[in-house]
């Protein structure tokens, strides 16, 4: 079964600096999609960025950035020019090539100090 | 367009009541999903269906019931209300699977006593 794991529960930033939030799964397939999401106070879900596990290079969404590490299972995301809007919880998930539901990470929230 | 909607926002049960959780999608979205998110905890599939009439269990279908009369509602039922029960849950839709991102409601706080 595959599993996604979050290992910081909390982190912290400085407005317009630079924080990165880890992520590793577990699989045996070697086609799938990783996603980050976000989760303000407002609970609403919010898609951040996706990354196909085919595809070499690392996406990016404007100040958002994956740093994906096939081979050692390792997805993490690179907040860059933090801003208070930033705060929230993040998700890392998981998705099988053909799948629809997605296995998500146990999160980490993330504070914006000003 | 509005997006996913749900209905209750907030809803409190007491043990052994039942009650269905409305989600509709104006997108045309054939796949929609249910997700159950415990405190501190990740989002947990309850249910999915790929299609009007066609519904499959996710990781933690016990207690729940779904049907899918229409494409636009994806109606959740809890009976028999437990206290294990007591989560956030989302409704979210896609146009297709894998790759394609999944929009979610604001979510339905329910709390059973």
């Known amino acids: 079964a595959q599993t996604v794991t979050q290992s910081q529960p909390e982190m912290s930033v400085q407005e317009a600096e630079t924080v990165t939030l880890s992520c590793t799964y577990d699989t045996s397939e070697s086609d799938y999609y990783l996603f980050w999401y976000k989760q303000p106070p407002s609970r609403q879900m919010i898609l951040v960025i996706r990354?196909?596990?085919?595809?070499?290079q690392n996406a990016t969404e404007n100040r958002f950035s994956v740093n994906f590490q096939k081979a050692a299972k390792s997805f993490s995301l690179k907040i860059s020019d933090s801003q208070l809007g930033d705060a929230a919880m993040y998700f890392c998930a998981y998705r099988m090539i053909q799948g629809g539901k997605l296995i998500f990470g146990q999160g980490t929230e993330l504070s914006v100090k000003p | 367009n509005a997006g996913v909607t749900q209905t209750p926002k907030f809803r409190i049960l007491k043990i052994g009541q039942s009650m269905t959780l409305q989600c509709t999608q104006d997108?045309?979205?054939?796949?929609m999903y249910w997700y159950r998110q415990d405190p501190g905890m990740g989002l947990k599939l309850i249910y999915y269906?790929?299609?009007?009439?066609?519904?499959d269990k996710g990781e933690v279908p016990n207690g729940y019931n779904v049907s899918r009369s229409t494409t636009e509602d994806f109606p959740l039922r809890l009976e028999l209300a437990a206290p294990s029960q007591t989560s956030v849950y989302f409704c979210?839709?896609?146009?297709?699977?894998?790759?394609?991102?999944?929009?979610f409601g604001p979510g339905t706080r329910l709390t059973v006593t």
């Open positions: 997108m045309n979205h054939n796949y």
């Open positions: 990354q196909e596990a085919y595809k070499q």
């Open positions: 269906s790929v299609g009007a009439g066609i519904t």
């Open positions: 979210a839709s896609s146009l297709g699977l894998a790759f394609y991102e999944q929009y």
